[in-house]
């Protein structure tokens, strides 16, 4: 198993209370049995907890099938990124951050600002609203 695989899935598992993290309306099967990488292991992507989330399969293969929406969301996270500084949308309701040891944070106002800086935030949120269209 890989370096800190298995701690990373316990604390995920457990952040997660047995639900499924992404939460695609009318796919979900709540039932979460599979991790799914916010950075990819193929892009360097840790087993920290903040690299994680706990999916369904359908919502894991909706992911990856939909990564547009998935970078939008924060469900997935590009290489050159901190994913604990990227918020991620928890079952299609709040924006948090995830950190290394397990737990949900409020995406700070810091990181809101961000998002309505035109340079980036707009863009960002144009985007969104864009990819939620494409949600099922
Ligand atoms: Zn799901």
Redesign the pocket.
């Known amino acids: 198993m890989a370096k800190g695989e298995t701690l990373g899935r316990k604390l995920v598992a457990e952040r997660a209370g047995g639900q499924?993290?992404?939460?695609?309306p009318r796919?979900?099967?709540?039932r979460?049995h599979e991790w799914s990488h916010r950075k990819n292991r193929s892009q360097g992507g840790s087993w920290a907890a903040s690299n994680g989330a706990h999916?369904?399969?359908?919502?894991?293969v909706?992911l990856t099938e939909h990564p547009q929406a998935a970078y939008a969301n924060g469900w997935l996270v590009r290489q050159a990124y901190d994913q604990t500084a990227i918020p991620f949308r928890l079952r299609q309701t709040r924006l948090v951050l995830l950190d290394d040891a397990g737990e949900y944070l409020p995406a700070s106002l810091r990181v809101m600002a961000d998002l309505d800086n035109p340079q980036s935030g707009r863009m960002v949120s144009a985007i969104t609203r864009k990819n939620r269209k494409e949600l099922p």
């Open positions: 499924c993290e992404i939460a695609i796919l979900c099967t709540i979460p999916a369904c399969h359908a919502c894991h909706w």
